[in-house]
């Protein structure tokens, strides 16, 4: 079993930078797809990046150019670089991984609060 806990939230000023972090434990494997999501409120909740298991990445159209997400295999950790930071990223962000056999598992969140 997979456990995914995120870190990094806080609260910043519209223009500024946070980095979140997302570290696997338990049962580690190959995973099809690791993401970011996020969810406002009264909001559904989207997927803001992702990255597959071969290194490629894609974005949500508003936040590309400001995000960045990457992985470090050796430490079991996916991040979620936020640059230019706007009061409409506020959010719950949570992490995700997609397994190869399709099993899906999800972080418990971490606030992100943007001041204008």
């Given at each position: 079993?997979?456990?995914?806990?995120?870190?990094?939230?806080?609260?910043?000023q519209?223009?500024?930078?946070?980095?979140?972090?997302?570290?696997?434990?338990?049962?580690?494997?190959?995973?099809h797809?690791?993401?970011w999501?996020?969810?406002?409120?009264?909001?559904?909740?989207?997927?803001?990046?992702?990255?597959?298991?071969?290194?490629?990445?894609?974005?949500?159209?508003?936040?590309?150019?400001?995000?960045?997400?990457?992985?470090?295999?050796a430490?079991?950790t996916?991040?979620?670089?936020?640059?230019?930071?706007?009061?409409?990223?506020?959010?719950?962000?949570?992490?995700?991984?997609?397994?190869?056999?399709?099993?899906?598992?999800?972080?418990?969140?971490?606030?992100?609060?943007?001041s204008?």
């Amino acid at each position: 079993q997979v456990q995914l806990v995120e870190s990094g939230g806080g609260l910043v000023q519209a223009g500024g930078s946070l980095r979140l972090s997302c570290k696997v434990s338990g049962r580690i494997v190959v995973f099809h797809t690791m993401g970011w999501y996020r969810q406002a409120p009264g909001k559904q909740r989207e997927l803001v990046a992702a990255i597959a298991s071969g290194g490629n990445t894609n974005y949500e159209d508003s936040v590309k150019d400001r995000f960045t997400i990457s992985r470090d295999n050796a430490k079991n950790t996916m991040y979620l670089q936020m640059n230019s930071l706007k009061p409409e990223d506020t959010a719950v962000y949570y992490c995700n991984t997609l397994s190869l056999t399709g099993i899906w598992t999800w972080g418990q969140g971490t606030q992100v609060t943007v001041s204008s």
